[in-house]
Each structure stands twice: as structure tokens, then as C-alpha cells.
């Protein structure tokens, strides 16, 4: 389901991220159930009007065999069902992550704050969907509950030194631009690099360099071509 930046009421959510998804949707006109519509429709629990899940214990199945026996279940609706089920595991774990954050109205001072992700962790829970009530032995521990995603973790940019060439970061550049199809042709590399290299670092560059450069991303090199050793001078004795 796609997450919203803004805040959205909990039932919102839940019918975009469980139900109103194309592997539960795609059963729809398969099942024949009695007292199934409302399932594809408001997302109640499969012939009851029951809205509340266990986080202990979401069933993949929600009829047991006598259940069943007594009011079979078609298998489209089974795995309609299971597909919810799977999509609902999905949005608690992405509480518990943080990757999602709940906000929840305390029912004792009536203040709505952020629910910290340890909260969805903890034993005896129960979620009404319909009315974005979190439950904790028969006692309502949120109320109005809404959704938004996180706001992503920006990691500031390696800051480079200027005035010198962190070759080992150039070529990293470049494989970049070769594998994105940005490199000029052969011959317009020389140019195009020294005036990289000058916004980059603040520096000029020798073309000598820049030619090695040249020569191992255009042959396909796996790794940044190095500097020759020089050779010493032999002292004759």
C-alpha cells in the first residue's frame, strides 16, 4: 500500500495497504460466500462485521474446522483472505520498524501524541481498524489513530577536500556516468573531465592522468588505473 507523507486516519490506511490491493481484490468476482461483500468493500472480517485484529495471534485463516464445516469457505476467499492477511503483517511490522509512525489520542488527558514502535510489540493487543482504537484488555490504550510514513534518514554528503584529487572518488564518478550512459565520446573526454575535476576539487589536472583515465574506463577497466612506479636511477660503481 502506498504510504502517505501527510497523516491519514488509521481506516484509510488500512483498506489502501489491505485490502484495496490486487491480490485480495483479484478474487472478488470468484467468491460466491455469503456475507463476503463487506470484506472486499469495508474490510470486515469474512462473515462477521467484526473490524478488530490480535496483533498476538492475525490469523491466516479465520474459521476454524468446525467453522468451516458448518459454513464452508470457497478457496478464492481463502486466499483472498490470506492475501489481507499477509498485507496486514506487513503494516504492523512496518510500525514496529519505525518505518511507519502512528499517532493515537491517550484516552486519560485527551492529547494526541506520536505511539512509539514498542508499543505495537507489546503482548494482549488488539487493533480496531474501523475505529483506529489500539485495545489492551478490553481497554482502549489509543484512540483516532493516524499514519504517516517516516521521513527518510538523509546522510549528509562525504565532504572532499579541495586543492587535491581523491582519485579513488573520481573513478567512482566516472563508473558512475559510464553505467548511467553519460560519458562524451572518446574524444571529448579530456575537456569535459578537466573541467569536472576543476568544479570538483578546485584544481587542475595533468593530462597525463587524465588520459590513464581515459584509456581504462573506455577499455572497461574493473578498477581505477594507478600511477606507474618510477624506476630508480642504477649508481654505477
Known amino acids: 500500500m502506498a ?13 489502501a495497504w489491505v485490502i484495496n490491493i490486487p491480490p485480495v481484490q483479484c478474487h472478488r468476482e470468484a467468491v460466491t460466500d455469503d456475507r463476503t461483500a463487506q470484506f472486499f468493500s469495508e474490510g470486515c472480517r469474512p462473515n462477521t462485521l467484526d473490524f478488530q ?4 495471534e492475525p490469523d491466516a485463516f479465520p474459521w476454524g474446522p468446525v467453522a468451516s464445516a458448518i459454513n464452508p469457505v470457497s478457496l478464492p476467499m481463502q486466499h483472498a483472505w490470506n492475501a489481507a492477511f499477509v498485507a496486514f503483517v506487513v ?11 502512528a499517532s493515537g489520542v491517550h484516552p486519560s488527558t485527551g492529547v494526541r501524541c506520536e505511539i512509539d514502535p514498542a508499543e505495537w510489540t507489546r503482548a494482549g493487543l488488539i487493533l480496531d481498524v474501523r475505529n483506529g482504537d489500539l485495545i489492551e484488555a478490553g481497554c482502549v490504550r489509543w484512540s483516532a489513530i493516524t499514519l504517516r510514513a517516516a521521513e ?17 572518488d ?4 566516472e ?10 565520446n572518446k574524444k571529448a573526454y579530456l575537456a569535459e573531465a578537466e ?14 592522468e ?25 649508481h654505477k660503481v
Do not use: C, M
Open 53 to 56: 485484529w490480535s496483533l498476538d
Open 170 to 173: 573520481w573513478w567512482k564518478h
Open 210 to 234: 587524465l588520459r590513464r583515465f581515459r584509456a581504462a574506463l573506455y577499455r572497461g577497466d574493473s578498477q581505477r588505473p594507478k600511477r606507474p612506479k618510477r624506476k630508480k636511477p642504477e
Open 175 to 184: 563508473e558512475a556516468r559510464k553505467q548511467q550512459g553519460l560519458l562524451p
Open 195 to 208: 573541467q569536472l575535476i576543476k568544479e570538483r576539487y578546485g584544481v587542475t589536472v595533468s593530462p597525463t
Open 3 to 15: 504510504a502517505h507523507r501527510s497523516a491519514q486516519p488509521l481506516y484509510w490506511v488500512y483498506l
Open 152 to 168: 527518510p534518514v538523509r546522510t549528509a554528503a562525504p565532504e572532499r577536500e579541495l586543492g587535491r584529487i581523491d582519485w579513488d
Open 91 to 101: 503494516s504492523i511490522n512496518a510500525l514496529v520498524r519505525g518505518e511507519l509512525i
